[in-house]
């Protein structure tokens, strides 16, 4: 089994629409993240959780919101749907424990999501 | 800030050598290379830390210069299973929080 899953892997829905991202891991990390993808921009931050009570927005906040309902478990949510908000996500944990310098980020199979 | 990766794309023929460059305005703690192949997740190279260290893995390797903010990935000998798009991730020095990440280098590797 994969130690960080996200669902949907696809979706497509219509401008105005709410919908929800979700991503679990079984890593026992204590971090998560929230990148969109698109090409050409590489991968920008949206919402990073150092702990189940520590939430920061990242570069592209904006029309997103996100909720760390147990370590194991981060969504993604966007509240309105517009269409350039189509592009891939990726959800990703790593372990802050290993010390400074040695966070390396597992990331999800990504959700690609289409908004018309 | 988001750090400059340079160049964008490369070709290379098996066997052909490659550096991937990534430079930051910023004072930087610590580098991280991934690799990313076409429709699937971004996977861990390395981790380069302030200290100028170099590292290497099988026949890739990489180095950070602390004085320029850069830091080089260099890949030898290179094999087609290289092909994908390589991304730095840099964490800044002061407040150190989550990485930013370049916007890739694509690099395809023909036989």
């Known amino acids: 089994d994969a130690d960080v899953t996200q669902t949907p892997r696809n979706r497509i829905t219509k401008t105005g629409k709410r919908i929800m991202l979700e991503c679990s891991q079984t890593?026992?990390?204590?971090?998560m993240y929230w990148y969109r993808q698109d090409p050409g921009l590489g991968l920008r931050l949206i919402y990073y959780?150092?702990?189940?009570?520590?939430?920061n927005k990242g570069e592209i906040s904006d029309g997103y919101s996100v909720s760390r309902q147990a370590q194991a478990k981060f969504s993604l949510s966007l509240e309105s749907a517009i269409p350039n908000q189509t592009a891939l996500y990726f959800c990703?944990?790593?372990?802050?424990?290993?010390?400074?310098?040695?966070?390396?980020?597992?990331f999800g199979p990504g959700t690609r999501l289409l908004v018309l | 800030q988001q750090p400059v990766q340079s160049p964008q794309a490369v070709i290379l023929r098996e066997g052909e050598d490659a550096v991937i460059n990534c430079s930051s305005s910023?004072?930087?703690?610590?580098v991280h290379w991934y690799r990313q192949k076409h429709g699937e997740a971004p996977v861990f190279l390395m981790i380069?830390?302030?200290?100028?260290e170099q590292k290497g893995h099988e026949k890739i390797s990489a180095s950070f210069n602390e004085k320029k903010q850069q830091s080089s990935l260099y890949l030898t000998a290179s094999q087609l299973s290289y092909s994908g798009t390589y991304f730095c991730?840099?964490?800044?020095?002061?407040?150190?929080?989550?990485?930013?990440f370049g916007s890739g280098t694509r690099l395809q590797v023909q036989p």
């Open positions: 990703a944990t790593s372990d802050s424990t290993g010390g400074p310098g040695q966070e390396t980020q597992y």
């Open positions: 890593k026992g990390h204590d971090r």
């Open positions: 959780s150092f702990d189940v009570k520590d939430i």
């Open positions: 910023k004072a930087l703690y610590s």
């Open positions: 380069l830390l302030k200290g100028g």
């Open positions: 991730g840099t964490e800044s020095d002061t407040g150190r929080r989550a990485l930013t």
